[in-house]
């Protein structure tokens, strides 16, 4: 469904050029649900819009379901975004028609079907507990309100992939587990950027991104270091005191891995 190969993110800003992600190499098969964790500033949103087609990497190469997104023409990205990908943008308020009521922005998002699916509609609100303001402008809903609609609407035109940045931040536990079980439960491959624990347990494998690199995975609760290009490793941060950025250290061979030993001990 995604694959990266070495993509790169620079930003150009007036003064200097901030590079957001470098040689991400990654691939999430079709129906896995993904947690996008780490620091802020790491590139999560970065990696979230690159894998949306709204960016265009500077360098590498991005795939979606099949397709190259850097090779492709903007009229031909648009009707794969518009066909396949569903996106919650991090500021609840961007994703939705601040005039439209919730019903008319779930039917806008299904604007590509003929036959629009008004159950659907229905029955998404309700999934996320909204059925009672179904008829209430989306720009009057609470942030949290708007967040759950987000949600909905990205999920109405039953994409391939959904993509959501922090679709839980300003949920409580009970809302929360609700976005969680919809997003689940519609089968659609989905990468998650999130800082909910409970999110993260909840999607089955998590990636973690720390200063523009795939630092880490976890699967099944189990997290793993992730050996990067030219043998680069990210070590766990609660190893940083005891191996300080600088640090000499000794690499002592095993059968199946290393030892890692500080030079000074
Ligand atoms: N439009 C932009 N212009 C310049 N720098 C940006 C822009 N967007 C993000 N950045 C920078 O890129 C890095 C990664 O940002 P981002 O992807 O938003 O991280 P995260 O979502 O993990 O917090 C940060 O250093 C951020 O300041
Ligand atoms: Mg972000």
Redesign the pocket.
């Known amino acids: 469904m995604v694959r990266c190969d070495g993509v790169v993110?620079i930003?150009?800003?007036r003064e200097i050029e901030?590079v957001?992600?470098r040689d991400i190499d990654l691939v999430i098969e079709e129906g896995e649900n993904v947690a996008l964790l780490?620091?802020?500033?790491?590139?999560?949103?970065?990696?979230?819009?690159l894998l949306a087609g709204l960016l265009r990497p500077s360098a590498g190469r991005l795939w979606l379901g099949g397709a190259e997104i850097g090779r492709l023409g903007q009229a031909a990205l648009n009707r794969l975004r518009a066909a396949q990908v569903g996106v919650v943008l991090?500021n609840p308020a961007r994703n939705l028609i601040p005039y439209g009521t919730a019903t008319q922005n779930i039917a806008f998002a299904q604007r590509a079907n003929r036959k629009r699916d008004r159950r659907r509609a229905g029955d998404l609100l309700e999934r996320v507990g909204l059925t009672s303001v179904g008829d209430r402008p989306a720009g009057r809903l609470s942030g949290g309100e708007q967040q759950r609609l987000a949600v909905a609407v990205a999920l109405a035109n039953r994409p391939r992939l959904l993509l959501a940045?922090e679709p839980t931040s300003q949920l409580d536990t009970q809302s929360g587990r609700a976005v969680v079980d919809l997003i689940r439960e519609s089968g659609t491959t989905a990468v998650v950027?999130t800082h909910d624990p409970m999110v993260g347990e909840a999607m089955g494998r998590t990636v973690t991104?720390r200063d523009?690199r795939i630092g880490a995975e976890g699967r099944d609760g189990e997290d793993l270091v992730v050996i990067g290009r030219e043998g680069a490793i990210q070590l766990p941060p609660e190893y940083h005191e005891l191996l300080p950025p600088g640090t000499m250290a000794r690499v002592e061979p095993l059968p199946d891995g290393l030892i890692l030993r500080r030079a000074d001990s």
């Open positions: 993110q930003y150009q800003t901030v957001a992600l780490g620091p802020s500033g790491a590139g999560k949103s970065t990696l979230l819009w991090q940045d950027v991104i523009g």
